[in-house]
């Protein structure tokens, strides 16, 4: 019985493994754990949670792909990141305007005008919350960092 048990067990984990691979797997609980498609890092997290109506958004850095660092422009480095939070909504079917909090970690408050002015293309009639937080040093000598939560309208 104690090999039946085992044999089991390694089921269960190879089917596991193969769900997180495929990018997406719902939990016990009806929430939608998703990764953006061609991520390749092994990080302990999800890029976004689904939960009903609500979509959690993990923190993104503004990574230019090409070169796996930001770009050496300011308001590309904002442009990637918005894409990338634009791009996790879409997933899902929601648009910018279904943000209701957005919170931006900044290494160097200066660019706060430079990143607004990027940052207000991406809506249409309303802005959300929002929270815009000096930091230390990011990831990657990322810029910016922003998170968020979208309510489906």
Known sequence: MRFRSVGVVSVVLLLGL????VGDSRGA????FINVPGRTDDNPYSNAVLVGDTLY????????PAIGAPPAKIEDEVRLVMDGMKARLERVGMS????????????????????????RTYFSD??????FLGSGPLLLDGHFEVTGVAVRQ
């Open 18 to 21: 193969a769900v997180a691979w």
């Open 29 to 32: 609980s009806g929430h939608e």
């Open 57 to 64: 958004l993990a923190g993104d850095i503004g990574i230019d």
């Open 96 to 119: 910018m305007d279904d943000l209701v909090m957005v919170e931006v970690h900044c290494s160097d408050l200066s660019l706060y005008d430079r990143f607004n002015d990027v940052y």
């Open 126 to 131: 309303h802005f959300p919350a929002r929270a």
